[in-house]
């Protein structure tokens, strides 16, 4: 009786594990979505320096290419490592 008790309890804590982790990669991958809706949307060195951001949040050089000024590019790939 008392080892179904704890299948039970282990299978529910297991499911609700798995259930959080689900639901930060959900909210991690809209929060870069958004961000860059936000990049796209600023001009100049605003955009530059989100770019920056969003390249160094990432680790993705593709974020780091998409800026304008050559410094901050540099500056970007040098950070993610590529």
């Known amino acids: 009786m ?5 299948i039970i309890i282990l299978a ?3 499911l609700i594990i798995l259930l959080m ?3 930060i990669k959900t909210l991690t991958i809209q929060g870069f979505s958004i961000s860059e809706q936000k990049c796209s949307s ?16 990432t680790f ?3 974020f780091c ?4 000024d ?7 790939f040098e950070h993610i490592g590529e």
Do not use: F, P, Y
Not at 42 to 57: E, M, V, Y
Not at 65 to 68: E, M, P, S, V
């Open 21 to 23: 982790v689900m639901v």
């Open 2 to 6: 008392n080892n179904s008790k704890l």
């Open 65 to 68: 290419n998409k800026i304008i």
């Open 42 to 57: 600023l001009a100049g060195n605003n955009a530059d320096n989100c770019w920056h951001s969003l390249g160094h949040q």
């Open 70 to 76: 050559n410094e901050t590019r540099e500056h970007c």
């Open 12 to 14: 529910i804590t297991t």
């Open 60 to 62: 993705n050089g593709e």
